[in-house]
T-cell receptor
Framework: AQSVTQPDIHITVSEGASLELRCNYS??????LFWYVQSPGQGLQLLLK??????LVQGIKGFEAEFKRSQSSFNLRKPSVHWSDAAEYFC??????????????FGQGTILTVHP | DAGVIQSPRHEVTEMGQEVTLRCKPI?????LFWYRQTMMRGLELLIY????????DSGMPEDRFSAKMPNASFSTLKIQPSEPRDSAVYFC???????????FGEGSRLTVL
């Protein structure tokens, strides 16, 4: 069964500081990986996605993520955080084959607080 | 182009009542998902459809929950009878193929008293 673990429930950073949100996945083959962001009271918005190819993917709002197969990780990074980045971030894995084909499973989420 | 449309946005009902949540996916999308979000359990996948056919309903908590997709442009999630522990935000999302981005609706906030 596919699963996603986000070890950090809550992270606090200062505005302008760098950010890394951790994500580990479990899947039997190469998965499709996603990062979504959710602002309070809103739906989820896609930040970036990885299907294949270059393991460093660029997304919107200056975010990037790196796929590391050996570590089953897909960590999200941003070099300089803005106050408007405060939100909840979700990593997700989508089945690319077999019985879980098409199934999208989310991690528990990481709440990001940004201090001025 | 309109996004995923969910109704109602807010629903307050009493325990034991039937609740029906509705979703209109983006035109042309062939996957539709229903998720439930709570503080305690996060985002849980309840069920998903491909070409109107339910593929995996293992996340549906109990027989009180049912979902249908009678055509490519409409899906319902029904809870009968509702219980206070069903209080949550229910999201519908759709995508085109497995490689497509999931587009989420704004959610239906359900409160069962």
């Amino acid at each position: 069964a596919q699963s996603v673990t986000q070890p950090d429930i809550h992270i606090t950073v200062s505005e302008g500081a760098s950010l890394e949100l951790r994500c580990n996945y479990s899947y039997g083959a190469t998965p499709y990986l996603f990062w979504y962001v959710q602002s309070p009271g809103q739906g989820l918005q896609l930040l970036l996605k990885y299907f294949s190819g270059d393991t460093l993917v660029q997304g919107i709002k200056g975010f990037e993520a790196e796929f590391k197969r050996s570590q089953s990780s897909f960590n999200l990074r941003k070099p300089s955080v803005h106050w408007s980045d405060a939100a909840e971030y979700f990593c997700a894995v989508r089945g690319a084959g077999g019985t879980s084909y098409g199934k999208l499973t989310f991690g528990q989420g990481t709440i990001l607080t940004v201090h001025p | 182009d309109a996004g995923v449309i969910q109704s109602p946005r807010h629903e307050v009902t009493e325990m034991g009542q039937e609740v029906t949540l509705r979703c209109k996916p983006i035109s042309g999308h062939d996957y539709l998902f229903w998720y439930r979000q709570t503080m305690m359990r996060g985002l849980e996948l309840l069920i998903y459809f491909n070409n109107n056919v339910p593929i995996d309903d293992s996340g549906m908590p109990e027989d009180r929950f049912s979902a249908k997709m009678p055509n490519a442009s409409f899906s319902t999630l029904k809870i009968q009878p509702s219980e206070p522990r069903d209080s949550a935000v229910y999201f519908c999302a759709s995508s085109f193929r497995t490689t497509g981005e999931l587009f989420f609706g704004e959610g239906s906030r359900l409160t069962v008293l």
